[in-house]
């Protein structure tokens, strides 16, 4: 088995550092400022947290990985076709095995697998390694907004509603704003249980700038864990597609200093508590921490 000279590598050669190059401008051009998508974004959304910084590198690193791979597969397909069609070689040969390359393409891509795993495994490990929190908060979803409690401040609970299009104030974007937006204090482990209206559909909890993502799954509690080290407005929509209204509950989160989240805390408290801030109605599984975790209490949907 022999190239047709160094022409042919060099030119693919070629190939791949100029799509590299234009790959790598494209995640340069990604990093956009922002706290939300954009029309014709290009790219992940801004990272605001250390593991939404290694979600990213791994899609970097893979996106890399697997334009090399298709372009060398794409090259040798190319070269089968030019070199072994009819007209350029009439008389085929007659092997059938080669045992050095069965060799070659198992281990290779075992290898290029393993290489994968090693990040993609930190990576899970990470995110489902909870540091101890600093705050927690519940959200529930509902058909179709989000309520929260948080649970280290019995008065404040309340249910966050989409802004309507003329409610907007000035950069506030359609669609993601919300009449209350969750207040996290910037640097500080934000434990989000996650949970739904138990009569309700499953919902979904994002912000992708923070890289979490989790079902909302009714009589359950799912769990994600964050710390943003930008304050901000960062926004996240329902992402499991559940009903009509699916399209409009969005999530929006302010990250702020420590003093403002005081301040907020000490607002939140009055403004919460001396009204009826969230549907009672409802009947929203309870949760324990049982020391190991959170769960949701057995039997909590009838008392
Ligand atoms: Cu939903």
């Not at 993601?176 to 309700?200: R, Y």
Request: charged share 20%; with cysteine.
């Amino acid at each position: 088995m022999s190239f047709s000279g160094f022409g042919f590598k060099n030119r693919v050669a070629l190939g791949v550092l100029a799509l590299l190059g234009v790959m790598g401008s494209f995640s340069a051009s990604a990093v956009a400022e922002t706290n939300h998508a954009t029309d014709w974004q290009l790219g992940l959304i801004k990272s605001v947290t250390p593991i939404m910084d290694e979600i990213a590198e791994l899609h970097n690193i893979l996106l890399i990985l697997i334009t090399l791979i298709t372009l060398f597969v794409l090259a040798l397909l190319v070269y089968v076709m030019a070199r072994f069609n009819e007209k350029a070689n009439p008389v085929p040969a007659k092997t059938t095995h080669s045992a050095s390359l069965e060799f070659a393409w198992t281990v290779v891509p075992l290898l290029i697998l393993s290489f994968m795993a090693i990040p993609s495994w930190r990576l899970l490990a990470n995110q489902y390694d909870f540091p101890k929190a600093d705050v927690t908060i519940k959200a529930i979803g509902q058909q179709w907004n989000w309520d929260y409690e948080y649970l280290d401040h019995e008065d404040i609970s309340f249910t966050s509603i989409m802004k309507a299009d003329d409610e907007l104030e000035r950069g506030e974007p359609r669609l993601l704003a919300t009449d209350n937006a969750v207040v996290v204090p910037v640097n500080k482990v934000i434990h989000v249980l996650i949970t739904a209206d138990p009569s309700g559909v499953i919902h979904n909890w994002t912000v992708p700038n923070f890289g979490v993502k989790a079902d909302a799954v009714p009589g359950r509690v799912s769990r994600v864990w964050f710390k943003a080290t930008k304050p901000g407005t960062y926004y996240g929509q329902c992402s499991e597609l559940c009903g009509k209204d699916h399209a409009f509950m969005p999530i929006e989160v302010k990250v702020v200093s420590d003093a403002d989240y005081e301040k907020w805390l000490k607002w939140a408290n009055e403004e919460y508590a001396s009204k009826d801030s969230i549907n009672d109605d409802v009947n929203v599984a309870k949760i324990k921490d049982d020391g190991k975790g959170y769960a949701a209490v057995a039997g909590a949907l009838s008392d």
